[in-house]
């Protein structure tokens, strides 16, 4: 058989790079970065290479299985989908639509079956018991964009190949490739942003892979961005410095950000941050001089104590000096099939309804998950007694790993869409394997809507679909249709009403996901109505995309609150800064207990998130794992570089080997993100082989962003010790 040659785009992280498949004889014998791709310029990094072992991992699952003690056996599809149906629409019957939980993680926004058919096996169930990874990820920047321009996806992004300066916190997109950025190809772009005069200032407690490239990098006490990004408003409405330009047209409020940032000067961030107060206001002159600028935070500020505050901070120095919607500044993409503008949009709702044990507000329809153990170890009415998990991992996804174990093996049913065996679907009673993303087309969503160019591009599969397998979306609509059947509509609605939805929803399970993207697409922005003309049929016939153009302003037709203006400043956000300055002078009086440590997460290139450990190109070589300390804390401690040591934390302790780096603030110390595969009962052999700890055994379920919920995993105090010292002393 002859080589053949086929083009796509990656789907394992945000950069949705375009790859050049070479296959032969069913095997992959290549792939490389696509070179025509308008977006990704053949930009390639080490994940999209192992997109090959995903493909051919023996440990993947492909036929549905069922728990039976603590074996596992094959069954039938039909078999799997009518038990599921009964026991979940008993479960129902029972104890009420919110006694059923589902938690969808990180990889259900990279298939776009996930996005476009989960709501036809979720939304049968009625129920307000939903989770994700949002909450340990993205969701301030959520709430902030639906608290100021009405939409939860009116999420703006740096224009960085028309920047002058950026100020980043918290992100490392030499690792990333971008997050909620998609920015492939970063190096090169930041290269040719520096070689205009552009400057990129970096303010993070560790010297990241992006510090290594940045003009600056300033180390800053975990927790404390929150201080220095109120500092910067203070100067620049100090200072006089306040340029909004045309945003002051439709901008209702900067007036009152400016009385409300008034105690933050920045000697008092410099007492907290570690940064002194001339540098702080240096960056803030620079800041506002510089015409196209971009002000950007992310895990490191959204995932805190002051995530919400901190992404609203960021939010206000981008409008105050003119920089939002600006180009080379903070600017919103227009995708094709737009997901904010689309018939089907959720711009969002807030503590609408809250959890039922601790009272934690829901965002867009979802609870924050830092609350899901406790919803299933709570007796009461609405005790989750079930739960469904879809592409996701949160034993070691979200905090407080192990109380989340304990709360699994108590469920009285659980299933789950994911073809691995891993470390939360072992506790499943079935887990159903989708096909691979070799095996099914892909369009990016979500993505699109954060990137640094208009694109658009269709992948076809690269390998059929193999006999007997499903994909995602045929799994959800065969699941939805027998719970549809098994429940009883809600006899509240009229009659008109019930008989359209299951008019709407039955259309729905029959189209499609490239159905639903040609009509999408057809009615967009670059559809019928423009130029562009764009229809499923033209991507096809462009298989290395189709390039948009840059990003344009975009306010403000892409204002979505009711009177299509920006709300700077609302009353939550009002309390929020008041409650801050009191929590600042708490910490500026309180001195650091003794031995206590601030604990950081990280990530690698060639890691994303829990999933991506089981391929071993992407592993081998020197380990990744290991707690980064500084060695003055070490020597402080009595700790040597490669010691085995214990970490503590209020909710539990890990033991793992520390290595000695001065690229981390003293005081401060480091764990990437998504390990931990030693547990009993995982099925996938190179993970285990490279084990690691959990960061998420040491997270804080209690310990969040008050605003959001969202989960604060990284500021979390620790101690570290000898672990032969502490084991002793526990014997």
Same mark, same amino acid.
């Given at each position: 058989m002859s080589e053949r040659t086929h083009y796509g785009a990656c789907n394992l992280c945000e950069a949705i790079c375009g790859l050049e498949f070479k296959v032969r004889e069913g095997h992959i014998v290549s792939i490389k970065g696509d070179a025509a791709d308008p977006l990704s310029r053949g930009h390639i990094c080490p994940k999209a290479v192992a997109l090959q072992d995903l493909h051919e991992d023996p440990d993947r699952l492909r036929r549905p299985q069922k728990r039976v003690g603590e074996s596992w056996v094959e069954v039938g599809w039909d078999e799997a989908f009518d038990d599921i149906a009964d026991r979940l629409a008993t479960i129902h019957a029972t104890h009420g639509a919110n006694s059923i939980a589902a938690y969808l993680g990180n990889p259900s926004v990279h298939n776009w079956g996930n996005l476009t058919h989960s709501s036809a096996f979720l939304g049968p169930l009625k129920t307000r018991s939903r989770y994700s990874a949002t909450s340990v990820d993205q969701l301030p920047h959520q709430l902030v964009a639906y608290w100021l321009y009405g939409h939860q996806l009116a999420i703006s992004v740096p224009d960085i190949d028309r920047s002058r300066y950026i100020l980043m916190l918290g992100a490392n997109p030499m690792a990333s490739n971008g997050s909620l950025w998609t920015v492939p190809d970063f190096r090169n772009r930041l290269k040719a942003m520096q070689a205009r005069g552009g400057k990129?200032?970096?303010?993070?407690?560790? $010297?990241? &892979?992006?510090?290594?490239?940045? /003009?600056?990098?300033?180390? %800053?006490?975990? @927790?404390? /961005? +929150?201080? *220095?990004?109120l500092a910067l408003l203070n100067t620049i409405f100090a200072e006089d410095l306040a340029q909004p330009g045309r945003l002051a047209e439709f901008s209702d409020g900067l007036d009152r950000v400016?009385?409300?940032?008034?105690?933050?000067?920045?000697?008092?961030? +410099?007492?907290?941050? @570690?940064? /002194?107060? @001339?540098?702080?206001? $240096? %960056?803030?002159?620079e800041f506002a001089a510089t015409g196209a600028a971009a002000a950007y935070g992310r895990m490191g500020v959204s995932t805190q104590a002051h995530g919400t505050?901190?992404?609203?901070? *960021?939010a206000m120095l981008n409008i105050a000096t003119g920089n939002l919607d600006r180009e080379g500044g903070m600017m919103f993409p227009r995708p094709a099939m737009d997901l904010v503008k689309g018939p089907g949009s959720k711009p969002g709702h807030y503590a609408v309804w809250k959890s039922r044990v601790r009272g934690l507000p829901e965002f867009g329809g979802e609870l924050p998950v830092a609350a899901l153990a406790e919803e299933i170890l709570t007796p009461g009415d609405g005790q989750v007694r079930a739960l469904i998990t879809i592409a996701g991992n949160p034993v070691l996804s979200t905090p407080n790993g192990r109380q989340l174990e304990t709360a699994l093996g108590a469920l009285d049913f659980m299933v789950s869409v994911d073809y691995y065996r891993n470390e939360t679907t072992r506790f499943a009673h079935y887990i159903l394997p989708p096909t691979g993303g070799l095996e099914h087309d892909h369009y990016d969503i979500i993505f699109h809507h954060f990137a640094v160019r208009n694109t658009a591009k269709y992948s076809p599969a690269i390998f059929p679909k193999p006999q007997g397998a499903l994909h995602d979306w045929e799994i959800f609509t065969q699941l939805?249709?027998?719970?549809?059947?098994?429940?009883?509509?809600?006899?509240?609605?009229p009659l008109l009403q019930r008989l359209t939805s299951r008019i709407k929803d039955g259309i729905m399970m029959?189209?499609?996901?490239?159905?639903?993207?040609?009509?999408? %697409?057809?009615?967009g922005a670059y559809g019928k109505n423009s130029a562009h003309k764009l229809t499923l049929a033209k991507l096809r016939a462009a298989p290395h995309g189709i390039d948009l153009g840059p990003l344009q302003p975009e306010l403000p037709r892409r204002l979505f609150t009711r009177d299509k203006r920006i709300?700077?400043?609302? /009353?939550?956000?009002?309390? &929020?800064?008041?409650?801050?300055? #009191?929590? *600042?002078? &708490?910490?500026? +009086? #309180?001195?650091?207990?003794? @031995?206590?440590?601030?604990?950081i997460g990280r990530r690698h290139v060639r890691s994303n998130n829990s999933w991506m450990h089981n391929a071993q190109r992407l592993v081998k070589g020197k380990p990744r794992h290991q707690l980064f300390m500084h060695p003055q804390d070490l020597a402080a401690r009595g700790l040597t570089d490669g010691q085995t040591v214990r970490v503590s934390s209020r909710v539990g302790s890990v033991d793992i080997e520390v290595q000695a780096t001065d690229a981390i603030m003293r005081g401060v110390v480091s764990l990437p993100h998504g390990w931990g595969h030693a547990r009993p009962g995982v099925q996938q052999r190179i993970a285990r082989e490279h084990a690691g700890q959990s960061v998420n055994d040491l997270t804080d379920d209690r310990y969040l962003d008050r605003l959001s919920g969202n989960a604060a995993l990284n500021g979390v105090a620790v101690t570290v010790e000898s672990a032969g010292r502490a084991a002793a002393r526990a014997a």
């Open positions: 990129l200032v970096l303010i993070d407690p560790r $010297r990241t &892979e992006t510090a290594e490239v940045a /003009d600056e990098h300033h180390f %800053i006490r975990p @927790g404390a /961005d +929150a201080a *220095l990004l400016a009385e409300a940032v008034r105690p933050f000067t920045p000697e008092r961030a +410099a007492a907290v941050t @570690g940064i /002194d107060a @001339g540098t702080i206001r $240096r %960056i803030a002159r505050l901190c992404q609203w901070a *960021l939805g249709r027998r719970l549809r059947a098994r429940l009883q509509p809600d006899a509240r609605k029959r189209m499609p996901p490239h159905r639903m993207l040609d009509l999408a %697409i057809r009615n709300h700077c400043l609302n /009353d939550a956000l009002t309390a &929020e800064i008041a409650r801050y300055d #009191r929590v *600042l002078a &708490e910490q500026q +009086a #309180r001195a650091p207990q003794a @031995g206590e440590l601030w604990l």
